[in-house]
């Protein structure tokens, strides 16, 4: 079973900390993308990662994949109100067409 | 351009009843994948089409069909629903399968089955 595991599954910050969330798999994923979910709305699609070691930013969201290719993580600068909501992972495990999503990160963040 | 688009919105069906879902593809998109998301979860893998044929399916039993039209809009059909079949469904639509190609989500349809 190819499983992407969030961690942490909830969390909840004042206003202008920082936060980190690590999504991992026994897979190899050939990307990873990670979205960010609203409450009745479909997910939006953050970034793709597809090379080993990568690390994208954009604006206070560092995303990083693992060297291996089956770890991600997603960081969080300076966490403002408008960052709540579930944030999940999702790949290709290399050499399948499923595409599978992480169990889901829900963060809060208090103003 | 216009983004992936879903209907109906919400839907509420009685055990055993059949539905039908649909879902019109970003433009310039030919993959369409369903998903099934229920209450504080991930969404789940149910299937994708490329170019009107399944290419990948998930562990979802054979009531849960689909078709991809040559617009490539897509259907999901699920017969002989069951309690445990509320979920808000999401429709997703990518340039090719597999590999890096990004998915793009519609709202989604939320079903109630009573």
């Known amino acids: 079973t190819q499983l992407l595991e969030q961690s942490p599954q909830f969390l909840s910050i004042q206003e202008g900390e920082n936060l980190t969330v690590y999504c991992n798999s026994s897979s190899v994923f050939s990307s990873l993308q990670w979205y960010r979910q609203e409450p009745g709305e479909g997910p939006v699609l953050l970034v793709t990662v597809v090379t080993g070691g990568e690390v994208k930013k954009l604006k206070r969201l560092t995303f990083q994949f693992g060297d291996a290719r089956k770890d991600s993580s997603l960081h969080i600068t300076a966490a403002q109100p408008g960052d709540t909501g579930l944030y999940l992972c999702?790949?290709?495990?290399?050499?399948?067409?499923?595409?599978?999503f992480g169990t889901g990160t829900r963060l809060k963040v208090l103003a | 351009e216009t983004g992936v688009t879903q209907s109906p919105t919400h839907l509420i069906k009685t055990r055993g009843q059949q539905v039908t879902l649909r879902c019109s593809s970003q433009?310039?998109?030919?993959?369409v994948s369903w998903y099934q998301q229920a209450l504080g979860q991930g969404p789940q893998f149910i299937f994708q089409?490329?170019?009107?044929?399944?290419?990948g399916r998930g562990n979802f039993p054979p009531r849960f069909s689909g078709l991809q039209f040559p617009n490539y809009s897509s259907e999901l059909n699920v017969n002989a629903l069951e309690l445990d079949d509320s979920a808000l469904y999401l429709c997703?639509?990518?340039?090719?399968?597999?590999?890096?190609?990004?998915?793009?989500f519609g709202p989604g349809t939320r079903l109630t089955v009573l």
């Open positions: 999702a790949g290709h495990p290399s050499g399948t067409y499923k595409y599978i």
């Open positions: 089409y490329y170019r009107e044929e399944e290419n």
């Open positions: 433009s310039g998109h030919n993959t």
């Open positions: 997703a639509s990518s340039l090719g399968s597999g590999g890096i190609n990004e998915q793009f």
